[in-house]
């Protein structure tokens, strides 16, 4: 079966052009000369790849422990709060690892608040008296980039832990196995990866983070080579490696998953129920859920709330307002348009699709592993020649716009697609063979079968992007048409100046937009598992 | 409920079309390096006088490859920029026009412009060292050589090296010594670092408040900043514990850099877009620079602020800027080699 069809070829072209910018920055790379490159190699580029890699490592492995630790006991155990913990450890999503790095340091550092307190309680005179951890370290930035990445981890793994059927528990239990390692984390596979795959992107294409505790990455490299050597061709060409690293990653993957099935048979899904346990693990889980909440929330907001108490007159609330209006519009016309692409594309690949065709609109979603401005510059080449007709047949604010939506997608199509893919390797097969043998047309069985059953994925995902695009700056920074401000680059403009009185207020904007669909989603959540 | 969505899409087509209409005819349109914050009260100041209405995009990397991909078909008039590395970049790639302004021609200095009038320095500012006040003596350091020398070992602090402001520091060096001399010089200071390069500038001065370093590398306006800061008065602290050092004032003297802008290329404005670099170099907007901003004012008949007065006249170091600019790249490969 060729497999060229009626789904698959307009498909394939939508992922083609999505995945155009990112060509464009190949061409780049390959066009360019490539005499930086044993000065780079020689210098600072081994050193980069080390600190990538540690980072990655570290952010990573502190992601999935947060991640998975949190899902599992508020999935499968009854204890204090849970209910609470259920929706709040999503809260962390909401911040911007740039306003984390932030509120870190003004509380960490040597002036800080807390090192304040330790040197009048023990009476030392200055930093040569004592040691203490310095945030802008290694450590620093895994730390504060995992507590608020986790949630991805968190999020997708418990929408599978609440799906898993009791039947496999039960078997387990017959053969006296643990649940947990036994059914749980072998099943949530799929959405662990795909939670772990997006922690990964976020942490190599990071821009603000790095920068800010100085943390010489390969992005860092990047820049310094963009506009220190004024060689874009030079950090295109680190960008590809960034990018190839990302593919190797995902590739590994669906490699090992790939004759591996994580279905339940039967169609009646009973799911698991909360097991009471001793109060002393009660404390024990209440304390586990806590703490990456309290880390990558907590204390980032009690922070900011401090700046906007102190700078309450300086807030200007009808720009904020605006700036909050737009921002929120522009997120939740490009998460819905997000997440309908991500789903056509990812059912498409799935059941429509050759080898070949899968592999197109699987490199669209890879878009997510470039550093922000890299991408934004690909989409700037890219629609160039678009401009003619957007700004002046059309209208300059609304072309602004379409670009602004396009480069989200190209962005963040990861995110849905990654989440959708953990919701479709859940249908059995048999369904949409059933589905087939009926005589449905495609289209019916996607209405009928596959969209009912893949309802929470699409919500996961949709959420996910459209926090993610609340927070999103330096796609918005560079593309955006004039006069045009988000609440990102709103926090942007006053906080890359330290001046965190002005920002504080739309950062928290931010984090309370983000709030209410998470609580909804949550919600939803609960109420499908309890179908 | 997919009625009530189809309305939620057609409402926010219509704001946006509408919005568009709002768009005065008589307008310029800016591509900023520089944030809004501190170039608005220019832009407010200049359409209250002509009726012309700015529109800012502000971006800190990419606007000068969002104006070449957008070719012929850019909105875009007129570019500013706080680098003159940057500013270069626009020349090299032929985006800017000439301009022969009796006004411009006037105002700047011909160190201070490119040589064909293409573009202009707006404003200056000093890259000068902060000495903490109270272990640092006075004249124990006169030259940026000096920061390379053996007796501050574990008491110098900057940001890193491949920020622009230090990169074109380093540039301004291998202009005056030559790149082996530079190297030499580099790498010693990296040896002589209290902590590894981070932070920004104010950050530098804060950490001689806190006694981590003694000798900072610091741009002029952010003592100013510093100094001021009503918002945050802790900033005040971290200023009165410095002296402010110009260097090199028995020779070439202390290394500038610019703010400046050109005219584009493919402009639709560009009378406007004259207008408003020409008013810029006007002594009402020179005089914010250095009131608002703390930096230097480029036009000469301007006299310094107050405060800036007090920071003490110094000698600045002539090199045409331009040098600076073409010298960059080899600066950021020293920083790289170094590992500053």
């Known amino acids: ?531 | 409920m997919k009625n009530q969505f189809t309305r939620f899409i057609v409402f926010f087509i219509l704001i946006f079309c509408f919005s568009e209409s709002l768009y005065a005819k008589n307008e310029v349109n800016v591509y900023s390096y520089r944030q809004p914050i501190l170039i608005n009260p220019f832009f407010e100041e200049f359409t209250k006088k002509t009726g012309i209405k700015v529109n800012v995009l502000h971006a800190k990397k990419g606007l000068l490859e969002r104006v070449i991909a957008e070719g012929a078909n850019t909105p875009a008039d007129l570019i500013l920029t706080v680098d003159i590395a940057r500013l270069n970049q626009f020349l090299k790639n032929d985006l800017l026009i000439e301009i022969n302004s009796n006004v411009l021609s006037q105002n700047i200095p011909a160190h201070l412009k490119d040589s064909n009038n293409k573009w202009f320095a707006l404003s200056k500012r000093a890259r000068i060292l902060a000495v903490s006040k109270e272990r640092v003596p006075l004249n124990s350091i006169k030259n940026i050589e000096e920061l390379a020398e053996p007796k501050w070992r574990g008491k110098i602090c900057t940001r890193p090296g491949s920020h622009d402001y230090n990169r074109s520091l380093l540039a301004s060096i291998i202009a005056a010594n030559g790149v082996k001399k530079a190297e030499e010089w580099a790498s010693n200071l990296v040896l002589n670092l209290a902590r590894k390069p981070e932070g920004n500038d104010r950050a530098q001065v804060k950490a001689i408040h806190e006694g981590v370093c003694d000798v900072a590398v610091m741009n002029t306006y952010y003592f100013g900043k510093m100094k001021f800061n009503e918002k945050n008065p802790e900033q005040q602290e971290w200023a009165k514990s410095i002296n402010l050092v110009f260097t090199n004032q028995e020779n070439r003297g202390n290394h500038i850099n610019v703010a400046g802008g050109g005219v584009l290329k493919y402009s639709k404005n560009k009378d406007n877009a004259i207008t408003l670099l020409e008013f810029l170099t006007q002594p009402k907007a020179q005089e914010l620079y250095s009131t608002m901003n703390f930096e230097y004012p480029v036009n000469s008949s301007v006299l310094l602020s107050e405060e800036l007065n007090s920071w003490g006249e110094f000698k600045e170091d002539k090199l045409p800027i331009e040098q600076l600019a073409e010298l960059a790249p080899t600066a950021q490969k020293i920083i790289d080699r170094v590992g500053w």
């Open chain 1, 1 to 531: 079966m060729s497999n060229w069809n009626i789904w698959s070829v307009p498909v394939g072209i939508i992922s083609l052009i999505i995945i155009s910018p990112v060509l464009a920055i190949f061409y780049s790379a390959l066009l360019g000369d490539t005499s930086l490159w044993p000065h780079l190699f020689s210098t600072v580029l081994p050193r980069y790849l080390l600190n990538t890699l540690i980072l990655m490592i570290g952010v990573g492995s502190l992601s999935l422990f947060f991640g998975i630790s949190t899902a599992w006991l508020v999935s499968r155990y009854e204890f204090p709060a849970r209910s609470f913990f259920e929706w709040a450890l999503l809260l962390p999503a909401a911040v911007p690892a740039y306003i984390i790095a932030y509120t870190y340091t003004d509380l960490l550092e040597y002036a800080g608040p807390v090192q304040g307190y330790l040197r009048e309680f023990f009476n030392w005179q200055n930093s040569q008296d004592y040691w203490f951890p310095n945030i802008r370290s290694m450590e620093g930035a895994i730390l504060v980039m995992s507590s608020v990445l986790y949630p991805y981890v968190y999020l997708l793994t418990r929408a599978s832990f609440i799906t898993l059927p009791i039947s496999y528990f039960q078997t387990s239990a017959i053969y006296g196995r643990k649940p947990f390692f036994s059914v749980a984390l072998p099943l949530a596979r799929p959405a662990i990866i795909a939670g772990l795959a997006l922690v990964l992107m976020e942490t190599i294409s990071d821009f603000g983070t790095v920068d800010y505790f100085a943390i010489e990455t390969l992005t860092l490299g990047v820049f310094n080579v963009w506009l220190g050597m004024n060689s874009l061709s030079g950090a295109a060409q680190i960008s590809s490696i960034l990018f190839l690293i990302v593919v190797v990653l995902l590739t590994l993957e669906l490699i090992a998953r790939r004759n591996q099935r994580f279905y339940e048979k039967h169609s009646r899904q009973q799911t698991l129920e909360l097991e009471n346990v001793s109060n002393i693990k009660k404390i024990l889980f209440f304390v586990i859920c806590l703490a990456p909440l309290f880390l990558g929330f907590l204390i980032p907001i009690s922070v900011l709330l401090n700046f906007v108490i102190k700078g309450y007159s300086i807030i200007n609330f009808r720009e904020i307002i605006d700036t909050t209006i737009t921002s929120i519009s522009i997120s939740f016309v490009a998460s819905l348009t997000i997440m309908f692409l991500s789903f056509l594309m990812v059912v498409v690949a799935t059941y429509k699709s050759n080898t070949f065709q899968k592999s197109v609109i699987f490199l669209a979603s890879c878009g997510y592993a470039f550093p922000g401005t890299i991408l934004a510059v690909g989409i700037v080449v890219f629609v160039g020649w678009l401009n003619e007709l957007f700004y002046f047949q059309i209208s300059y604010f609304v072309g602004g716009f379409l670009v602004l939506i396009f480069a989200y997608t190209l962005r963040f199509l990861a995110i849905g697609n990654g989440s959708i893919r953990s919701g479709l390797t859940r249908i059995n097969p048999n369904l949409i063979d059933a589905s087939k043998t009926m005589g449905r047309s495609f289209l019916t069985t996607i209405k009928k079968i596959i969209l009912p059953l893949t309802y929470t994925y699409i919500l996961v995902g949709g959420i996910l992007v459209f926090v993610d695009i609340l927070k999103e700056l330096p796609i918005t920074l560079l593309l955006r048409p004039f006069n045009f401000e988000t609440l990102a680059t709103y926090v942007y403009q006053y906080a890359s100046d330290e001046m965190l009185e002005e920002s504080s207020f739309a950062a928290l904007i931010i984090v309370l937009a983000g709030l209410g669909p998470v609580v909804f989603l949550s919600r939803t959540i609960k109420k499908y598992s309890l179908n």
